[in-house]
Each structure stands twice: as C-alpha cells, then as structure tokens.
C-alpha cells in the first residue's frame, strides 16, 4: 500500500548503545523529515531531507545522525543512545509543488532509553 | 519565523461547533496557515491550509482576516472522534522549496458525550 510507514513501531534499548529507526515512503516525496515529540510537547524537527543524498540539519540533531541513499528511504541514527532521547520520533514526506504543500507523517516509533 | 498562540486545551460537546482561535502577529507575506489534526500515538495529519478569506473542505472551514494576523478553525457539529490535539502552524517557504513547519505545543480539544 502507498504511504509512508516507520520500523520499527516499539524499541527498547539500553545507554551507549547504537539504535536506527526506519522511514519508508512509496509517493517518491522529494522531502523528507525526523521529528521527536516529547511528552506534553509538539513536535521538533531534528533533520531533513531535500532529495536523495541531501540532509541538512533541524531544531534538535546532536546525537542524531541520517542518511538518505535512496529517494523512499530515510533512516534516523542514535549513534550512542541516551535517555535523553527517549520520544516518539515521527517520520514525514512531502513534496513541494509551489507555496503551501503539507507534510504527510508516518505513524511513530515510541522510543525508551534505559 | 512566525510564532503562533493558540489555547492550551478545550471542552466541547458531541453536536457542537467548536472554533479554535490561532494568532500568528508576525506572519510573513509567503506564509500559508495549516492546521493538523493528531490524535494519540498516532502522527499529525494535516486539515486544512489556507492564505486569506475562508476555506473550507469535508472536515473544517479555516477562516483568515484581511490583516491574516489570526486564524480560526471551525469544527462543524464536533463528535468524540474529534478528541485531538489541533496544531496551528504558519510555513515559511524556505528557498529551495519546502515549508519549515513549527510546531507549538497545540490545543488539545476534549469531545464530551
């Protein structure tokens, strides 16, 4: 089925250790996007995107690192995990046709840091 | 980037209109309104967007006066299945073509029988 879907959904993991979390999405979106969003809170952007290898840095990425290889996959790395980073981390697409395209969101990885 | 203040949280009841109220005093002569929809462990999904006047599709109407400082988001006939929490965003069109979406902490609307 089209859309953009996120693995895996649950992750616990300890401190120190390494932890990628997959985007998919099958519309070949141009852009593509990491959110974290923490209790009580919106959403901030941690990287993104532009095309295929094209990343630049959001709101939040120390601690973060991505890549994009191909155009429909995005993958988001913790290279040494903290509790800190402990969220659900979202995953979105979009592709700008002029002013005002929408960002279409995957469904979340919930995220726990021990 | 324009900041935006909506209400922290509201109480409505299934069969009424509920009006969300955002104001967005700096809001940049490229900037479009949107408004996104999350409901819990799931992602945002997006309503409505808008630039002037009134839009309105299947779910919402979005209205922006002229000076586009404000916007409101009108929920006709409200049902439990609108419980959520109501982002309002202003996207700024960064130069190489995408809206840098911020987030604020949105309004969390409560539907009660």
């Known amino acids: 089925d089209a859309g953009i879907t996120q693995s895996p959904r649950y992750k616990i993991t300890e401190t120190g250790r390494q932890v990628t979390l997959m985007c998919h999405q099958t519309w070949s979106h141009s852009y593509m996007f990491w959110y974290r969003q923490d209790l009580g809170h919106g959403l901030r952007l941690i990287y993104y995107s532009a095309a295929a290898d094209i990343t630049d840095k959001g709101e939040v990425p120390d601690g973060y690192v991505v890549s994009r290889s191909k155009t429909e996959n995005f993958p988001l790395t913790l290279e040494s995990a903290t509790r800190s980073q402990t969220s659900v981390y979202f995953c979105?697409?979009?592709?700008?046709?002029?002013?005002?395209?929408?960002?279409?969101f995957g469904p979340g990885t919930r995220l726990l840091v021990l | 980037l324009a900041k935006t203040t909506q209400p922290i949280s509201m109480d409505s009841y299934e069969g009424q209109e509920v009006n969300i109220t955002c104001s967005h005093n700096n809001i940049a002569t490229n900037d479009y309104i949107t408004w996104y929809q999350q409901f819990p462990s799931q992602g945002p999904r997006f309503i409505i967007q808008g630039y002037k006047t009134k839009v309105t599709n299947e779910v919402a109407s979005l209205f922006i006066p002229a000076d586009r400082k404000s916007s409101t988001l009108s929920l006709p006939r409200v049902s439990l299945s609108d419980t959520a929490v109501y982002y309002c965003?202003?996207?700024?069109?960064?130069?190489?073509?995408?809206?840098?979406?911020?987030f604020g902490a949105g309004t969390r609307l409560a539907v009660h029988p």
């Open positions: 965003l202003v996207g700024v069109l960064i130069s190489g073509g995408y809206n840098k979406l911020i």
């Open positions: 979105a697409s979009s592709d700008p046709g002029g002013r005002g395209e929408t960002q279409y």
